[in-house]
Nanobody, 122 residues
Framework: VQLQASGGGLVQAGGSLRLSCAAS????????MGWFRQAPGKEREFVAA????????YYADSVKGRFTISRDNAKNTVYLQMNSLKPEDTAVYYC????????????????WGQGTLVTVSS
């Protein structure tokens, strides 16, 4: 599956953004979808993931209660709604696809989008 992320930008602390990730192909609904982020000088870290049909989700503790992942299989798209943004959320955000549910490790996600930059100013 090929992925294309969008929706990043510059926002003030406390603001909101919604990221989108469009997937190509007819097998989107067979993939667990996830969002990761990578800040300058840091390793890529897990943010959130959603099961094949959208019925189950899990989040990193750092974003729990502020971010919401969702998907629309009819549109081959996964979303990340980010509220109450903080300067420490500044990073390039990547969407990714996996065949297995439950992992937070980048190595378990085989397909990646190109990333979209989110900058949160204080």
């Amino acid at each position: 599956v090929q992925l294309q992320a969008s929706g990043g930008g510059l926002v003030q602390a406390g603001g909101s953004l919604r990221l989108s990730c469009a997937a190509s192909g007819r097998t989107f609904s067979r993939y667990v979808m996830g969002w990761f982020r990578q800040a300058p000088g840091k390793e890529r870290e897990f943010v959130a993931a959603i099961s094949w049909n959208g019925g189950d989700t899990y989040y990193a503790d750092s974003v729990k209660g502020r971010f919401t992942i969702s998907r629309d299989n009819a549109k081959n798209t996964v979303y990340l709604q980010m509220n109450s943004l903080k300067p420490e959320d500044t990073a390039v955000y990547y969407c990714a696809a996996s065949r297995a549910y439950g992992s937070t490790w980048p190595k378990d996600f085989g397909s990646w989008g190109q990333g979209t930059l989110v900058t949160v100013s204080s």
